[in-house]
């Protein structure tokens, strides 16, 4: 079945040390998302992707990069992990753009920090 | 920021009985889609309704949308144990860089009691 995977489920990292999460697809989407859900939160964009062009919410902290080598992955880089950044990460793709299309969600990664 | 409110934000029905959520939101929208997310799971697309309709229906689930009153209602009909969700309205807007993207409002948890 077509779907989005990210790995790993459940990643613990420590204070101040880089954890880079990943999220593949075999939908084919051209675009891809990266959500924080923080606990009993709405999910809130963090970026997204229309094939290799990158697009930051202008909210989004510096310390959270995001890299797309090919249409399939996608991976959320935190440089630098503040307690405050401990959340499920939820990634997304769509079809297009110009149009509005649902979104497919992976499963999400729990992300601690200690 | 968090485009939509939802009310009520708990909800907790015996099973059989119909749910209904309601969702406003504060700027003009392209459209509104509902997704439900299981327990620290990722989200699931239920419905799409676009600005210029005023119902639809899937299945056990009957949306509405009053773009004059800013808000959504989204009803589930006998409803089941497997219901027991966060529901969550999101408005959409079409990206610059392209893609859709998706403010969620505050999200209603569903508990359906056997």
């Known amino acids: 079945d077509a779907m989005v995977i990210q790995n790993p489920r459940y990643q613990v990292t420590q204070f101040g040390k880089p954890v880079t999460l990943s999220c593949s697809q075999t939908?084919?989407?051209?675009?891809m998302y990266w959500y924080q859900q923080k606990s009993s939160q709405a999910p809130k964009l963090l970026f997204h992707?229309?094939?290799?062009?990158?697009?930051n919410e202008a909210d989004t902290p510096d310390n959270f990069q995001s890299r797309r080598p090919n249409t399939s992955f996608c991976f959320l880089d935190i440089r630098s992990p503040g307690l405050g950044d401990a959340a499920m990460y939820l990634c997304?793709?769509?079809?297009?753009?110009?149009?509005?299309?649902?979104?497919?969600f992976g499963p999400g990664t729990r992300l601690t920090v200690t | 920021s968090q485009q939509g409110e939802e009310d009520p934000q708990a909800l907790s029905i015996q099973e059989g009985e119909n749910a209904t959520m309601n969702c406003s939101y504060k700027?003009?929208?392209?459209?509104l889609q509902w997704y439900r997310q299981n327990s620290g799971r990722g989200l699931v697309h239920l419905i799409l309704?676009?600005?210029?309709?005023r119902e639809k229906h899937s299945g056990r689930l009957r949306v509405t949308l009053d773009t004059s009153k800013k808000s959504s209602s989204l009803l589930i009909t006998a409803s089941r144990a497997a219901d027991t969700a966060s529901y969550f309205c999101?408005?959409?807007?079409?990206?610059?860089?392209?893609?859709?993207?998706?403010?969620f409002g505050t999200g209603t948890q569903l508990k359906v009691e056997l």
């Open positions: 939908l084919n989407h051209n675009v």
């Open positions: 700027t003009s929208i392209n459209n």
């Open positions: 992707y229309y094939d290799k062009d990158f697009n």
């Open positions: 309704i676009r600005s210029n309709e």
């Open positions: 997304a793709t769509s079809r297009d753009r110009a149009a509005s299309y649902e979104q497919y």
């Open positions: 999101a408005t959409d807007a079409i990206l610059t860089g392209g893609g859709n993207k998706l403010t």
